[in-house]
């Protein structure tokens, strides 16, 4: 009996080390922030609008993903800076996270739904 216990212990070790070495890793997150005036920050830094598009072009990668929020105008409408940023990222394939709050930290759903974000590592 005890030995079982040990090979069962040692499979559990070996199948966690086999999930770690094929975990994907974390995506790049680029956090993008367009306000209501079209300033556009990026990771927190003011950018124009033309710099906002080369950089993200210039990270693309099959890990980059764009955590994107914008301020809306009373009528619910985004800026026209929000709207050509939002065609470019889509344009270059990145995918998109859309968020209603400054600090990321929800996910508006495809229908329209909120949830909660959670961290990555």
């Given at each position: 009996m005890?030995?079982?216990?040990?090979?069962?212990l040692v499979a559990i070790a070996v199948?966690?080390?086999?999930?770690?070495a094929h975990a994907a890793p974390p995506p790049d997150v680029l956090t993008v922030r367009v306000d209501l005036d079209g300033k556009v920050t990026i990771g927190g830094?003011?950018?124009k609008l033309e710099e906002a598009v080369m950089m993200i072009g210039s990270r693309q990668s099959d890990r980059l993903l764009v955590?994107?929020?914008?301020?809306?105008?009373?009528?619910g409408r985004p800026s026209p800076a929000a709207k050509l940023l939002l065609a470019k990222i889509?344009?270059?394939?990145?995918?998109?996270?859309l968020s209603s709050e400054p600090g990321f930290g929800d996910i508006i759903e495809r229908d329209g739904s909120l949830s909660k974000r959670?961290?990555?590592?």
């Open positions: 005890h030995r079982l216990g040990t090979l069962v199948l966690a080390i086999w999930r770690l830094e003011p950018l955590w994107f929020q914008r301020e809306e105008s009373r009528d889509h344009e270059l394939g990145v995918p998109i996270s959670k961290r990555m590592r």
